[in-house]
């Protein structure tokens, strides 16, 4: 599993929301994501052949998280 796709990935979905929030740091999000990296909680999603996103479960004391990025592929098919 390719955590540095992985991480570039991530930091490209949370930048709007957080840069929005005055809370993005190009450094901050990427140590963020390898800190928090469990590769046996995380799938990649494959589209066509292609790694397009992946999906997480984050285990927490009291919760359990799913949390979701995708690579912005849109289907432009009617």
Do not use: K, Y
């Not at 979701?68 to 009617?78: C, E, K, P, V, Y």
Request: zero cysteines; proline letters at 1%; a negative charge.
């Amino acid at each position: 599993m390719d955590i540095e796709w992985l991480v570039e990935l991530r930091a490209e979905v949370l930048r709007a929301d957080l840069a929005r929030l005055g809370a993005f740091g190009e450094h901050r999000v990427r140590e963020r994501m390898r800190a928090a990296f469990r590769p046996q909680n995380t799938q990649v999603i494959v589209v066509d052949g292609a790694d397009a996103g992946s999906i997480s479960l984050r285990e927490e004391q009291d919760a359990r998280w799913i949390e979701g990025s995708d690579a912005g592929r849109g289907d432009s098919s009617s």
